[in-house]
């Protein structure tokens, strides 16, 4: 323990409450949300803004970026609308609402709501100090029940010499520019990446995706990666597969950054640079993951490695730490990095909190209690708004079959059913359900194609509720919604006979 936080830790605190939330993330404010309603005194410390990476640079101004992406898409393949979406976008227009979107990077509405909801808020960064203690801007708060680490997550550099003096952009740059590059190489074929070069390229820039593996999305069913990669190259993107970049070059700031490739195979679809090893552009957008935002935030004090993931229980109780105090929620536990998942997270571990605190004897902590993060392994949902949309939930059927499962999968056209048809001229997609043949449950589900991410609750309901085959069957989708897909699945899955 640093000498100065020692002192801290055994020093009268400046301020108790029942609980201190690090972070105001959509996780932090809702595991203080929950506490408090749970009749607990909370505080919130923030080192930024109210609302975390979510709402300034990540799920909201992408989306943003996004929405008007995917309305054109589906305007252009509906005659009688088809000549009036033919332009190109507004890029002025649709950044302007992508700041209106984001509050213009300033957090007054949500700080009106941390006051309406009676919790305090602490600007500053935040350090543990000991055993609930936390020290933030030479104070030292107190908590009597629970500390709840909210901290979320940060892009990742990758080790490649010259690429952090080059000043690359993170997702926070290509979430929040104020123009659009002339010539954008995105490296890293997962969600970020996929989702900015949709954007990138329809907002005007010329745009070269880098991937080491051989396609998109690889926590998904391949058939996501395959029909977002046909979409993506017929958009104009260069889709280069099985590159690894081996250095990066900016030899003045702002001026061009060169990219030099170490190609292992000759995959992929082209790319601006040719075939050959250099790619020479403007920008260049890193998209190769996250790791914590724990390394300088005292974890050392309570005899945890600065800079790691906090190892939590299904309560979302980090397990290293004893006491019972300790939470990690959110990305920065490492269980499913999404806002709504960290929401679920923050409802679970908020009721937990309370509990604990009432000192409820037995806590409701079986698969799908209230306080078991349950879905956290069986039914996470996530949809990339790319276009087409490629939506998710529960396992993939390679997960399933390395989990041990007995399972059928079933796969349809999405673009056959009348929905689709009635949709846009030319739907492509693809829907697959994998059913457990011991259970005969859902164990997941994944839609790709125009507007599925709506589609997916469904799914998520279904797999959730573990529902018997045998009474989805009775679940009657609307004529005619692209929801009658799950017709074709069942009436595919019943078709093929007795597991
Ligand atoms: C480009 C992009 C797009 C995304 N799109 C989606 C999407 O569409 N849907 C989806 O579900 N997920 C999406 N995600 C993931 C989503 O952003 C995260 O899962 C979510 O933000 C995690 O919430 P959190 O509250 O755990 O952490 P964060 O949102 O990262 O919030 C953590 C907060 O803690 C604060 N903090 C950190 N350290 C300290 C400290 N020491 N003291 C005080 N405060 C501190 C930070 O300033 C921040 O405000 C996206 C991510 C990216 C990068
Ligand atoms: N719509 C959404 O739900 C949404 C949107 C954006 C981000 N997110 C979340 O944010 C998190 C971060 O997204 P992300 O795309 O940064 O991470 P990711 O883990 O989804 O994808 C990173 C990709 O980069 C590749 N990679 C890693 N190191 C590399 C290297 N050195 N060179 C080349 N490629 C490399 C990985 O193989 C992987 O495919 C994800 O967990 C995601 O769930 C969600």
């Known amino acids: 323990m640093a ?96 700041d209106d979107v984001v509050g213009h990077w300033k957090d007054d509405g949500q700080v009106r709501w941390l006051d309406a909801a009676g919790i305090d808020l602490v600007r500053g960064h935040a ?87 051989d396609g998109l999305l690889p926590r998904m069913e391949p058939f996501a990666g395959r029909l977002v990669a046909e979409s993506l190259a017929e958009a104009g993107v260069f889709l280069r597969t099985g590159v690894e970049v081996s250095e990066v070059r900016r030899e003045a700031p702002g001026g061009p950054v060169t990219v030099v490739l170490d190609s292992e ?19 260049l957008l890193i998209a190769t993951g996250r790791a914590p935002r724990t390394d300088d935030l005292g974890l050392e004090t309570v005899g945890l490695e600065p800079g790691s993931w906090l190892r939590v229980d299904d309560s979302c109780l980090v397990t290293d730490v004893p006491g019972g105090w300790l939470y990690g929620v959110g990305d920065v ?70 989990a041990g499962h007995r399972i059928r999968v079933v796969d349809q056209d999405l673009g056959a059913v009348a929905g689709a048809f009635l949709y846009a001229d030319g739907y492509r997609g693809r829907a697959r359900m994998i059913v457990d043949l011991d259970r005969e449950i859902l164990l997941g589900a994944t839609f790709v194609g125009p507007g599925v991410g709506e589609l997916l609750h469904s799914a998520t309901v279904a797999v959730a509720g573990e529902v018997p085959v045998e009474r989805l069957w009775h679940a009657v989708p609307a004529y005619p919604t692209i929801s009658e897909v799950w017709l074709r699945l069942l009436e595919a899955y019943r078709s093929q006979g007795p597991s």
């Not at 939330?21 to 506490?35: K, Y």
């Not at 929405?67 to 227009?93: C, F, I, N, Q, W």
Request: aromatic share 2%; charged share 20%.
């Open 3 to 98: 000498a100065t936080e020692a002192t801290r830790a055994s020093e009268a605190p400046d301020a108790t409450y029942d609980v201190l939330v690090l972070g105001a993330g959509p996780t932090g404010e809702n595991v203080a949300d929950r506490a408090h309603a749970d009749g607990l005194s909370v505080a919130i410390v923030e080192s930024e803004l109210v609302g975390g990476e979510c709402s300034y640079w990540a799920c909201m101004p992408s989306k943003a970026l996004l929405r008007p992406v995917t309305a054109r898409s589906e305007a252009r393949r509906v005659p009688g609308l088809a000549d009036a979406a033919a332009g190109p976008l507004d890029a002025s227009a649709v950044l302007a609402r992508r």
């Open 127 to 213: 350090r543990l100090a000991g055993p609930r203690r936390v020290s933030v801007g030479g104070r030292t708060l107190a908590a009597r029940h629970a500390v709840a680490v909210c901290t979320g997550s940060r892009p990742v550099l990758p080790p490649v010499p010259g690429l952090a003096a080059a000043k690359p952009w993170t997702s926070r740059n290509a979430t929040s520019a104020k123009a659009v590059p002339g010539r954008l190489v995105v490296v890293g074929g997962g969600v970020v990446g996929v989702e900015m070069a949709t954007a990138w390229r329809a907002l005007g820039a010329s745009v070269t995706l880098l991937v080491r593996g």
């Open 265 to 283: 195979v000759s995959g992929g679809s082209g790319g601006s640079g040719g075939s050959g090893d250099e790619i020479v552009a403007d920008e």
């Open 333 to 402: 536990n490492h269980r499913a990095l999404l806002t709504h998942q960290g929401k679920y997270q923050a409802r679970i571990a908020g009721a937990a909190i309370a509990a604990r605190a009432r000192q409820v004897p037995i806590l409701d902590s079986g698969p799908w209690g209230a306080h078991a993060a349950t879905a956290d392994t069986a039914a996470v949902p996530q949809v990339v708004f790319s276009d087409p949309e490629a939506a998710s939930v529960g396992l993939t059927a390679a997960a399933a079959e390395r």
